[in-house]
């Protein structure tokens, strides 16, 4: 159904008869998201008025206000996407503005004083390659730097503003170059000026300076700001603001390194490793102690003491320390119950538990809807209920079972071979474990299709309509998470936020090496032996299939989550997610099926999981 006649022609006049100036009035500096909702309103009310052309202007205008900024390392040249996609619908994106839309936009763009709305219509028009369009560059950046600095806005639109006037500055070379000298100085202003009361304000713009790569010579100064605001929050015991000490005096540590100072930036390691003490302490300590979540704490602790290099370990005490939160966290490990609550799942049909997934994420803060996203299958796989239930099977075989089975890739070839069941032993004999794995691997990959289908699918859907997720949100959850290695939360991060975008193409192909690198890191640490020495002595890393083979992998990640990682990842038997993508054979249905929505979404779970289990007990 259209919204207005597609033939309908807009001018200035329907934009000044439009009340425009009521309605940004009414948003203030709210930010992109409620001048959207707002103009959307008005314009749904005047075409229910017959008032077509302001209508269809403010149409133009709410569209145009619903796209999304996506970080200038994503795409500097296309900037704009929409905000949501789902099932065939979605929010406007750049190309869906006509030339006549175009048109309109450069008649109004100068009516207005509002920065949010004049930034906005002065980029698309840049975007769009409009006839003025470096003028509506300069416009557009003059625009952005009104953004007030660390306004409470929704969803941080500031933080994307500014990157993006840092981004077009840039690109415009020459012609923007006094625009770029006027861009870093309001930012150190800001920084220099916070205080402790919006202490989460200074590692926003830290990390946008970094982001951009401004403020280079001003390092020190900043590291000691960073630094001396991080050490306000000593004597707090909130894990909160625990929390925002620890990511300060993590910034600290980048730009003390950037001023090239490794005694200082070794100094803040500390300073960040012992926050994670702190807040696991915090965990135990409380009316409803949770050791598990302290254990994941202790661990984040070790994993950050063993970034300090070797040659200021010792006057740091950095191996004493480690052995000691060594001994911590296996004792919280070891007091940890199972502290994970279920979501019951409903004993009805099909379509009621799909109705009932969709719901489970409704009206519910962002962060409550993750955590119902995140748990949607509980009670979660049980790999010894699967492989008791193949047993079972099996002890009463049918006749498919008596004979061996070959599988074939789409081209022809043999992929992999199982022998028939031996019925003259038992199906946990030695002599039926091929067999037996494949029609585990079977039923897992028909359980998933259940799982998908009746759960993730709706639930995804229902969240992301009622959710605006940002690519940082998900960055700053992996960095939060034990189990993503240090260095690896952006690439864990943009994974996830591929997912929620229904872009699985994109969510495979960065998590699946991120998987590998995970098994590794943590069996590298548990002292595992994960590289091989060929005969000319060349040290090489093994793959994640000989990884997964390692007598230490169960001990590990525990018996459950080898097998999934198996299953999906590693065996022919299944999916074999990461051996078909290295070599290139996923085209892209392939790359969007069951299994790989599936593993996206276990990879949530995986990072999710010790952060809820702190968060559910806060």
């Not at 992998?553 to 065996?571: N, P, Q, R, S």
Request: aromatic fraction near 8%; include cysteine.
């Amino acid at each position: 159904m259209e919204r207005y006649p597609s033939d309908l022609v807009v001018t200035a006049q329907d934009f000044a008869d439009c009340n425009w100036q009521n309605i940004v009035a009414e948003v203030a500096d709210a930010g992109y998201e409620p001048l959207w909702r707002a103009f959307s309103k008005a314009a749904e009310l005047a075409m229910e008025a017959k008032m077509n052309a302001p209508g269809k202007a403010l149409w133009l205008l709410a569209d145009a206000c619903a796209m999304r900024l996506q970080p200038s390392s994503d795409n500097k040249l296309q900037p704009f996407v929409s905000t949501i996609t789902h099932l065939g619908w979605r929010t406007a994106g750049p190309d869906d503005f006509t030339e006549t839309d175009l048109e309109f936009f450069a008649q109004v763009v100068g009516a207005t004083a509002n920065p949010w709305f004049k930034a906005r219509l002065a980029d698309l028009l840049w975007v769009r390659n409009h006839k003025d369009k470096h003028r509506m560059a300069l416009t557009a950046i003059d625009s952005y730097r009104q953004i007030p600095v660390g306004t409470e806005i929704l969803q941080k639109d500031w933080q994307d503003c500014w990157e993006r006037v840092i981004t077009l500055a840039k690109m415009l070379g020459n012609a923007a170059a006094e625009k770029l000298d006027g861009i870093k100085q309001p930012l150190l202003d800001a920084l220099y000026a916070i205080t402790k009361l919006d202490g989460w304000l200074a590692w926003r713009v830290s990390e946008l300076l970094q982001r951009c790569r401004l403020a280079k010579a001003q390092a020190a100064e900043v590291a000691n700001k960073l630094a001396s605001l991080a050490r306000e929050y000593d004597a707090d015991t909130e894990q909160v603001q625990i929390m925002t000490a620890g990511r300060l005096f993590r910034h600290a540590a980048i730009w003390f390194d950037i001023a090239n100072d490794e005694v200082e930036t070794a100094a803040m390691t500390v300073q960040v490793a012992e926050c994670y003490v702190r807040e696991g302490m915090s965990r135990i300590q409380t009316s409803h102690p949770s050791h598990g979540a302290a254990a994941s704490f202790y661990e984040q602790a070790i994993q950050t003491y063993r970034t300090i290099p070797r040659k200021n370990r010792q006057t740091l005490g950095v191996e004493e320390r480690i052995t000691d939160l060594r001994r911590q966290m296996e004792e919280a490990s070891e007091k940890s119950l199972d502290e994970l609550g279920e979501i019951p799942l409903p004993e009805v049909d099909f379509r009621a538990q799909m109705a009932w997934a969709s719901q489970v994420v409704q009206g519910k803060t962002l962060g409550e809807a993750l955590q119902a996203f995140s748990c949607i299958t509980l009670p979660p796989f049980k790999y010894q209920d699967l492989r008791q239930q193949v047993m079972e099977r099996l002890r009463q075989p049918s006749l498919i079972d008596i004979f061996p089975i070959t599988l074939h890739a789409e081209n022809g070839r043999v992929i992999a071979r199982a022998p028939r069941v031996d019925t003259n032993a038992d199906p946990a004999d030695a002599v039926n474990i091929t067999r037996v794995l494949l029609e585990m691997t079977k039923t897992y990959r028909e359980w998933l299709n259940f799982y998908v289908n009746a759960f993730i699918w709706p639930a995804l859907g229902s969240l992301v309509v009622e959710h605006r997720l940002r690519e940082a949100d998900l960055i700053e959850l992996a960095s939060r998470s034990p189990i993503v290695p240090i260095g690896r939360e952006r690439l864990f991060g943009k994974a996830l936020f591929a997912g929620f975008n229904h872009d699985f193409v994109t969510a495979l192909h960065l998590l699946a090496p991120q998987v590998e690198h995970m098994v590794r890191y943590h069996l590298k640490h548990a002292g595992a032996h994960t590289t091989c020495l060929d005969r000319s002595g060349v040290q090489t890393e093994n793959g994640l299939s000989t990884l997964m083979d390692l007598p230490e992998v169960e001990t590990v990640f525990g018996e459950d989550l080898v097998f999934e990682i198996k299953a999906l990842y590693c065996t022919a038997m299944g999916p074999n997610l990461r051996n078909q993508l290295a070599h290139g054979l996923l085209d892209d249905q392939d790359c969007q099926s069951i299994e790989v929505i599936y593993a996206w979404w276990l990879g949530l779970r995986l990072v999710c999981h010790a952060f809820w289990n702190a968060a559910r007990t806060r």
